[in-house]
């Protein structure tokens, strides 16, 4: 399933209507009708009352709320975890030391730390 449909699934039952729901996702109303149509299809549950109220969550549709919600907000979190390893902000560092260097290294590695919270730093005594 399309990461898109639930993103238009969890944008729309908090929005309400179409048109806020379209305008927060930067899409047209169609495009947005499309994506709900094809998740109820694919899912085999009506989701949404449609009327000129807007859009009203049916009793599936407040069933699935919370799930789809936590599974946007996990992609999300996803791709945020993916910038922070590009950018370097993220991983793993191990560095090697040895006693010239006994004084120096923590010191440095403080202010490593201190930058690059989002880095695991690990010191390696290297006897010469």
Do not use: W
Not at 35 to 46: A, C, K, M, P
Not at 77 to 82: L, S, T
């Amino acid at each position: 399933m399309d990461i898109k449909l639930l993103r238009a699934f969890v944008t729309l039952a908090h929005e309400g209507t179409y048109h806020s729901a379209a305008s927060v996702l930067c899409i047209t109303q169609p495009a947005l009708s499309k994506q709900i149509q094809t998740l109820e299809h694919l899912s085999g549950v009506t989701l949404f009352q449609r009327g000129r109220h807007g859009a009203r969550l049916t009793v599936a549709g407040e069933q699935l709320l919370a799930a789809a919600s936590e599974v946007v907000e996990r992609y999300a979190d996803f791709f945020a975890d993916v910038a922070a390893i590009q950018k370097g902000d993220s991983g793993k560092l191990t560095l090697g030391f040895g006693i010239s260097s006994f004084l120096l290294a923590p010191k440095h590695v403080a202010a490593f730390r201190v930058r690059y919270p989002g880095v695991q730093v690990s010191l390696n005594d290297m006897p010469s």
